[in-house]
């Protein structure tokens, strides 16, 4: 069976495009959005620089594990335990590789952390320059 690739209509281009809030935040900027949709979207990008930094440490230790086994198969090979060493070179690397896979995953899901910290600025500043306006202090985060 041949797989067909379905061709996306201009419609459902449109409606998939307006659906994604983060891109037209970076196309037409946050002051076309209500307050509501802009605490709502403050929330959610504090939720995935949450989520961002907890699986960025745990591919840090991850990395730090690789290079542990790796310390471990050289002072196998001096012990002269040919099996423990191999053992240890094989977690390395498998280590190494969960440390590169899961970075590009990193980079192809939240693109980077930068990237968010840039869009959360954003939205604070509308909103306190919104409380500003209306005489309020902008002093909730």
Do not use: C
Not at 73 to 81: K, T
Request: net charge positive; no cysteine; proline share 1%.
């Amino acid at each position: 069976m041949r797989l067909r690739y379905r061709k996306e209509s201009p419609i459902e281009r449109l409606e998939r495009e307006a659906n994604d809030d983060f891109g037209l935040l970076k196309d037409i900027g946050p002051e076309y959005f209500s307050n509501y949709h802009l605490l709502y979207l403050r929330e959610l990008i504090r939720e995935r620089l949450d989520r961002f930094d907890r699986l960025k440490k745990i591919l840090m230790l991850l990395g730090g594990s690789g290079a542990g086994w790796f310390m471990g198969g050289v002072a196998s090979l001096l012990l002269e335990w040919q099996l423990m060493a191999a053992l240890s070179y094989a977690f390395a690397i498998l280590s190494m590789v969960g440390f590169g896979v899961g970075n590009l995953w990193l980079k192809w899901k939240y693109d980077s952390r930068g990237e968010l910290m840039h869009t959360l600025l954003d939205v604070e500043e509308e909103l306190s320059k919104r409380a500003i306006a209306k005489g309020r202090g902008a002093t909730s985060h």
